[in-house]
């Protein structure tokens, strides 16, 4: 398993845009790439152990 391997719990990706910043296969893949390029844009928020997702607005959305 690629997580055990490099001893980690989950990995962020990008590259491919998303509607929407994601939480994936149980929380150990999130998708970032939200449409910053696109002009929709959100951000991918990790803080003390919870990840959200980050709005234009302000708002935080929980991924888990």
């Known amino acids: ?5 490099f001893g980690v719990r989950a990995i962020v990706v990008g590259h491919t845009t998303e509607d929407s910043v994601e939480s994936l296969h149980g929380g150990r893949v999130y998708a970032i790439d939200a449409g910053l390029k696109e002009g929709r844009g959100e951000v991918w928020i990790w803080e003390r152990g919870k990840t959200y997702r ?11």
């Open 54 to 64: 980050g709005l234009k607005d302000g708002q935080r959305i929980p991924l888990d």
């Open 1 to 5: 398993d690629l997580l055990a391997h």
